[in-house]
C-alpha cells in the first residue's frame, strides 16, 4: 500500500527557508504573501489495511519522519484505484 | 489563495535520503518496502482565479522550487471551502 507522509512546520514556529523562499519568489516577481517550506515522504508499505497502514504511519511519523516538538504531519493513503 | 507544490525526485533518480528512512524505518521493524523523500511548499498567493494560480506556480516551480532535470512537481490549489 502507498502512502505518503505530509512534514509542515507547526504554526508558530519560525521558519527561515520558507521566508527566504518568499522572498526570492516576490523578487523574481511573483505575488506571494508567505511561503513555508516542509517535507514529504512517499512510503510503500506491506500492508493491506488502510486503518492498519494508517496507524503505522503515524508510529512511524512520531518515531522518525517528523519532529513533534516542531512539525506537525498529516497522512494521505493511496486508493487502491 | 493558499496551494501546495510537491515535489518529488522523478522516477529512475537515485535517492540516497529515501533509501536511508527506508532503512532506518525496517530496523525500526516496520514493514516498508520502500521510501522516497521529496519537499513541499505551501504558498499564500494574492491570487483569486485558481487557474491563473495554478499557472503562476508552475512558472514558480519551474523556475525556483524544483529542478526540473531531476524533479517533478504536482500542485494541489486549496478549495476556499
Not at 514556529?13 to 516577481?29: F, K, N, S, Y
Not at 512520531?62 to 498529516?74: G, K, V
Request: hydrophobic content about 45%; cysteine-free; charged content about 30%.
Amino acid at each position: 500500500m502507498k502512502a505518503t507522509v505530509l512534514i509542515r512546520p507547526k504554526e508558530g514556529i519560525l521558519d527561515p527557508q520558507g521566508e527566504a523562499v518568499g522572498e526570492a519568489l516576490r523578487t523574481l516577481g511573483y505575488a506571494v504573501t508567505s511561503a513555508r517550506v516542509g517535507r514529504l515522504v512517499d512510503v510503500d508499505l506491506e500492508v493491506d489495511d488502510p486503518a492498519e497502514a494508517e496507524e503505522a504511519l503515524a508510529a512511524m511519523s512520531r518515531d522518525l519522519l517528523a519532529n513533534p516538538m516542531i512539525e506537525s504531519f498529516t497522512i494521505e493513503i493511496e486508493d487502491g484505484a
